[in-house]
């Protein structure tokens, strides 16, 4: 047995086809996270060394799809099932896929349905907050208590976009506004949905904060971050203005219990 340490998605797949080019039994892989040591050794690029056997090898585009969506999973086993599976359907059973009662193949569909709820909890809950009145490119409009909240990162030097400096802009493009939010996903799925929020809110300048990474955008770029622990609660004028709406049109008499 030997260990194969995988960063992520694309690094387990060009792996995974080295390994089935040379019909690697999966019973013969330790698979691992890169950042972990290595149980038995590593020995998988003396064992990429060996003759290919296959110059070829196929699996279907739906279950590159799903070990895709699957591969925000939060359980590092996963990169054992996937390469399981794949082995199985390019070598064994073709239509693997639709036998829903194989234990893999149920293992990656409930993977997927979990991760897929937890992006549409992430789409509906992220709740943004704006950070101080504004300020110019290159100051750093954050009190002392929200920088301390937001720990080590620094979301300034994130959102500013690199190399402009206020002489150079507009006037209209001095004053930016940032906001910042923060969520706790159950699976790995951040960098996985920053397409979505650069795209649904391109003209803000965000930084959307996790355990696990921070995701930063200054409408030019998007870059990721180690995460950071939970921040203090940042006040926030418009939802302290929308709490006494609130607060002003709620009639209790009115809540139907049944539907709620």
């Avoid at 009662?101 to 993977?111: F, G, I």
């Avoid at 939010?181 to 003209?203: C, D, G, K, M, Y």
């Avoid at 990721?224 to 418009?238: R, T």
Wanted: with cysteine; aromatic share 12%.
């Amino acid at each position: 047995m030997f260990t194969v340490q995988i960063r992520d998605f694309e690094h387990w797949r060009t792996t995974a086809r080295e390994l089935l080019q040379r019909d690697t039994c999966p019973s013969l892989i330790q698979w691992e996270v890169e950042h972990q040591q290595g149980l038995f050794g590593d020995m998988a690029e003396s064992h990429f060394a060996a003759d290919v056997v296959y110059q070829q090898v196929y699996v279907s585009a739906q279950f590159l799809s799903l070990i895709e969506q699957a591969a925000c999973y939060r359980d590092d086993a996963k990169w054992s099932v996937f390469y399981r599976l794949a082995y199985r359907i390019a070598f064994q059973e073709k239509e693997l896929l639709n036998d829903m009662t194989d234990p893999d193949v149920a293992r990656l569909y409930t993977m997927c349905k979990r991760v897929s709820r937890d992006k549409h909890k992430m789409k509906a809950f992220v709740r943004f907050k704006k950070m101080g009145d504004g300020s110019r490119h290159g100051e750093n409009h954050l009190s002392d208590d929200a920088a301390v909240s937001i720990g080590n990162q620094c979301v300034a030097e994130h959102l500013v976009p690199e190399g402009l400096a206020p002489e150079s802009l507009a006037p209209e493009d001095l004053i930016i506004e940032q906001y910042v939010a923060w969520f706790e996903p159950t699976h790995l799925i951040v960098e996985s949905l920053a397409t979505f929020f650069t795209q649904r809110f391109s003209n803000m300048h965000f930084a959307i904060l996790t355990p696990d990474c921070c995701m930063y955008w200054n409408t030019k770029e998007v870059c990721f971050g180690e995460g950071v622990q939970k921040p203090d609660k940042v006040h926030d004028k418009l939802e302290e203005l929308w709490c006494e709406y609130y607060a002003n049109i709620f009639n209790p008499a009115r809540v139907k219990l049944k539907a709620m």
